[in-house]
């Protein structure tokens, strides 16, 4: 019988802390169906609401029980031309989420524009289709790939987090005749939160978020 080795455990036990922490976000519906959430850096939620083309007076404060009703509204009444969006700051950034339709991620013109002068981390989660991380600085698409294919990434500097990817998980050498890697949307968080030094935990969501309708293009 083989028996692990002791530096070969102690990795496993790190992969596993590593996104623990986030195994909420693979258990709990709303994020876990389709989602996005962003963050964006030494943005307050106003301003970055309304660099994705939102008016002050349409701003409204809401629970996050109400932003799940509000963004089903739209979703049966606009016939996902729209998406309701949800802001909340912490540490330095703004947290950005979407849930059931409508993504940040899909759409450049958004991206650059919340990114202007600043950085922005991205998780795009769709149970259906793709799934997305993307890294953007000042509108540049750092890198950004799949996390079923972490090793198949794409923008100016697609290596910038290899490192990064390998200390949670997502290794872009990962033997795939193996085991295939448990997780990947935690682990996605676990990236985040070594970009922003973030835990986008559960109790975030007790407090008030600043949201508004993002008008299709």
């Known amino acids: 019988m083989r028996i692990p080795d002791e530096h070969g455990l102690q990795r496993s036990q790190s992969l596993t802390d590593a996104c623990e922490e986030f195994r909420w976000l693979g258990e709990f519906g709303p994020f876990y169906d389709i989602s996005c959430v962003s963050f964006a850096r030494s943005l307050t939620p106003v301003e970055a609401l309304t660099r994705l083309g939102v008016e002050v007076a349409d701003l409204e404060q809401v629970t996050f029980e109400r932003f799940q009703e509000r963004t089903m509204w739209w979703i049966d009444t606009d016939n996902l031309r729209s998406t309701y969006v ?30 202007r002068e600043s950085e922005l981390v991205v998780v795009h989660r769709n149970i259906h289709a793709t799934d997305y991380f993307c890294y953007v600085v000042d509108g540049e698409e750092v890198t950004w790939f799949d996390p079923l294919c972490p090793q198949t990434r794409a923008g100016s500097d697609p290596d910038r987090l290899v490192r990064e990817m390998r200390e949670v998980g997502l290794d872009p050498e990962h033997d795939w005749d193996g085991p295939g890697i448990d997780g990947m949307f935690p682990r996605c968080f676990a990236l985040a939160k070594r970009i922003t030094g973030l835990t986008f935990c559960r109790a975030m969501l007790d407090s008030p978020l600043v949201a508004a309708v993002i008008k299709g293009r």
Do not use: F, K, P, Y
């Open 86 to 115: 949800g802001a909340i700051e912490t540490h330095g950034w703004t947290v950005l989420i979407q849930l059931w339709a409508g993504s940040i991620v899909m759409d450049r013109h958004l991206m650059r524009d919340l990114s």
